[in-house]
């Protein structure tokens, strides 16, 4: 079946540290690929998106780059902020149009001044 | 305007129990899911709605959870008898094609059962 896998958390950084969250994911076909944050006391929201292979996605100052070689789909950001600290989820749908997500299991970042 | 909203926002309940958690998705979109938030498992597909067909009932975890959408908006999601690992948080979504299909999220329902 479908799945997605990240990398374990939590992070911690510095602020203006570089920031790469691994994603990989398992699916038949091409599916949709996407970023998900939830900040703290806030509901879930999308971050950014990418469709088809070699697309990226970039919202924030983030980037992603949908790579069907390696099926990957890894979160990077060149500095990261304090306001940046959040738990980032992975995910894909696997056919185009309204259809449910399959998540990862979320990679926690806390930022430190 | 108005975003997905979900009710009650917390709700604690004793093991055994029915419980109900509301769903209003953002007026117009035809999609409505539910997903599960649990500690060590993620998020979790739970049940999806789109239009007037038959809902995907695949990701529901055992045959004590139930939802149905009225009018093709509101939706309820039931749990019967609940069991510990039910505690959660309960996550409703609604999408449409006017929105490029992105799924917009409620701010939950956590779920604890005693």
């Known amino acids: 079946g479908n799945s997605v896998t990240q990398m374990e958390g939590p992070v911690t950084l510095s602020e203006e540290a570089f920031l790469t969250i691994n994603c990989t994911y398992t699916?038949?076909?091409?599916?949709?690929l996407f970023w998900y944050v939830q900040y703290p006391g806030e509901g879930l929201q999308l971050l950014l998106k990418?469709?088809?292979?070699?697309d990226k996605g970039s919202n924030k100052g983030f980037e992603a780059t949908y790579r069907k070689e390696t099926t990957s789909f890894h979160l990077e950001k060149g500095s990261v902020q304090v306001s940046d600290s959040a738990v980032y989820f992975c995910?894909?749908?696997?056919?185009?149009?309204?259809?449910?997500?399959?998540f990862g299991k979320g990679t926690r970042l806390s930022v430190i001044a | 305007g108005a975003g997905v909203s979900q009710s009650p926002s917390n709700k604690v309940t004793e093991k055994g129990k029915d419980v109900e958690l509301r769903c209003d998705p953002i007026?117009?979109?035809?999609?409505l899911y539910w997903y599960r938030q649990s500690l060590g498992q993620g998020l979790e597909f739970l049940i999806y709605?789109?239009?007037?067909?038959?809902?995907?009932k695949s990701g529901l975890p055992s045959d004590r959870f139930s939802a149905e959408r009225t009018g093709g908006s509101v939706s309820t999601l039931t749990i019967q008898r609940t069991q510990q690992e039910d505690s959660a948080v309960y996550l409703c979504?609604?999408?449409?094609?006017?929105?490029?299909?992105?799924?917009?999220f409620g701010p939950g329902t956590r779920l604890t059962v005693t």
């Open positions: 995910a894909l749908s696997a056919l185009s149009g309204n259809t449910p997500l399959v």
């Open positions: 979504a609604s999408s449409s094609n006017r929105d490029s299909y992105e799924q917009y």
């Open positions: 990418a469709t088809k292979a070699d």
């Open positions: 709605f789109q239009g007037n067909s038959a809902p995907d």
């Open positions: 007026s117009g979109h035809t999609a």
């Open positions: 699916a038949t076909g091409y599916p949709s």
